[in-house]
């Protein structure tokens, strides 16, 4: 049995790809740059903004970075009423059963925390979750494994003892580099095959599966 089941928001839990693309390409258009695909803006999702910023626009200049977020931010709030994120299936019936069960579940996102908890809150998921990170509670993000580690020790549960659950690579290796039990779900912005070469223990389709990884 895992004690922890530590979670990814974006891609895992909510289907919030429509949202980001939207506001990424609506961010790019304000601020006058390249307007990327949607694939190329879905890779970057797991990353903090300002990092993803960065993998798209390599020559970006960095005192720019404060200005795409104020936009980015802007964006997302007016954009959020329009498009309004739904759960996957089965998200909330399975956390009702793992909570049940006794399970902790915690959430590790790199979404501001301030987003991610209005997020859990109107989705009526804060009810199941113990701890929340989000990438201002923690001085690196991921793929690093500080917000496991942070998880891990507030919670006072073993590294042996967790399971991290998310949908992109980063979320596998900021697992992994904890020494936790990882799982990487196919319906968000990766493909079985890049979660595996992530290092993944585990690969899932459906997010009820995590029943049977748990127990």
């Known amino acids: 049995m895992k ?39 879905a890779a970057t999702i797991g990353l903090i903004l300002e990092e993803g910023l960065l993998q798209m626009y390599p020559d970006l200049p960095r005192e720019t970075l404060p200005e795409w977020v104020r936009a980015y931010r802007e964006i997302f709030e007016q954009l959020r009423t329009q498009i309004v994120p739904a759960l996957f299936p089965g998200v909330r019936e399975t956390l009702e059963t ?24 109107s989705m009526g998921l804060s009810q199941y979750i113990t701890y929340v990170l989000g990438a201002d509670d923690v001085t690196h993000a991921k793929p690093h494994p ?16 967790a399971l991290v659950v998310g949908d992109m690579p980063v979320d596998i290796r900021m ?41």
């Open 3 to 41: 004690k922890l089941v530590i979670l990814d928001f974006d891609g895992t839990l909510a289907d919030t790809r429509e949202l980001i693309i939207r506001t990424s390409q609506d961010a790019m258009r304000r601020m006058g740059y390249p307007v990327q695909d949607e694939e190329t803006i």
């Open 98 to 121: 793992l909570y049940g069960k006794g399970c902790l579940l915690s959430v590790a996102s790199s979404r501001k925390s301030n987003s991610l908890h209005g997020f859990l809150d």
């Open 146 to 161: 500080e917000p496991v580690l942070k998880t891990l020790r507030e919670l006072g549960v073993p590294a042996a003892e």
């Open 175 to 215: 697992g992994l580099g904890a020494g936790a039990w990882t799982c990487g779900v196919t319906y968000g912005n990766s493909s079985r095959r890049e979660l595996t070469e992530a290092g993944a223990h585990h690969v899932i389709d459906r997010f009820s599966d995590l029943l049977e990884l748990v127990w």
